[in-house]
């Protein structure tokens, strides 16, 4: 057992908090707001036909952007609500319930490696702290030789950039590429946001 994530001890603190989440996608989605800004990035790395692990797949908005788009793409969240909105608003992409740090999906017949990881939408942060280095190497190890992780998270969040990026070495990553947003902008020192492009060191 590892220790629970962030995200389910407050779900178990407050019962609603994934209803409350699921709400707040579909009302911007009915709104008509973008919600696909980090999977356009995704997609624009990506192979046509790409095989993509949504790392922390939440209700879905960019695994079922990604499936829409041609892809194959597997959703793993811990949240099991979530994954039950992903299943009814987002058809297609395999929807797993799991937790990230014991993430083994050839155990689950899944067993060809990944072109793409992405973890958006600050999954990072909601880890349990002691589980970041082993989430990491668990998701280098889902992936192909030379494919990819991109990875965004806030600032103010309790999970300094520096600690990641020396977490994601532990991990056996190499960064690649530091932006700032979803949409390429450099990351600088001031930056308050960082999507970290990793590959296999
Ligand atoms: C703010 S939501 C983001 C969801 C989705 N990536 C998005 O951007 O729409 C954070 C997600 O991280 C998931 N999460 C946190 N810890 C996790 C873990 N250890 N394993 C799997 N999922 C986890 C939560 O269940 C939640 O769905």
């Known amino acids: 057992m590892v220790e629970q994530s962030i995200w389910m001890q407050k779900v178990a603190a407050d019962p609603g908090h994934s209803h409350w989440y699921i709400e707040r996608f579909r009302s911007l989605a009915r709104a008509g707001e973008d919600l696909a800004g980090e999977a356009r990035l995704i997609d624009a790395m990506a192979p046509r036909g790409a095989r993509i692990l949504d790392a922390g797949c939440g209700s879905g908005r960019l695994g079922g952007y990604l499936a829409a788009a041609g892809h194959h793409v597997v959703g793993v969240d811990v949240d099991p609500v979530l994954i039950e909105?992903?299943?009814?608003?987002?058809?297609?992409?395999?929807?797993?319930?799991?937790?990230?740090?014991?993430?083994d999906l050839p155990a689950r017949g899944i067993t060809e490696p990944f072109d793409l990881v992405v973890s958006a939408g600050n999954v990072m942060t909601f880890l349990a702290p002691s589980t970041r280095v082993r989430?990491?190497?668990?998701?280098?190890?889902?992936l192909t030789g030379d494919g990819r992780a991109v990875i965004g998270f806030g600032a103010g969040r309790d999970y300094e950039f520096d600690q990641f990026l020396d977490d994601a070495a532990e991990a056996g990553f190499t960064a690649d590429l530091l932006l700032s947003t979803w949409d390429l902008r450099p990351f600088t020192d001031d930056s308050d946001f960082l999507v970290a492009i990793l590959r296999p060191a």
């Open 135 to 142: 989430v990491l190497t668990r998701l280098r190890a889902h």
């Open 85 to 103: 909105a992903a299943e009814h608003d987002h058809p297609g992409p395999r929807w797993l319930v799991g937790d990230l740090a014991e993430l």
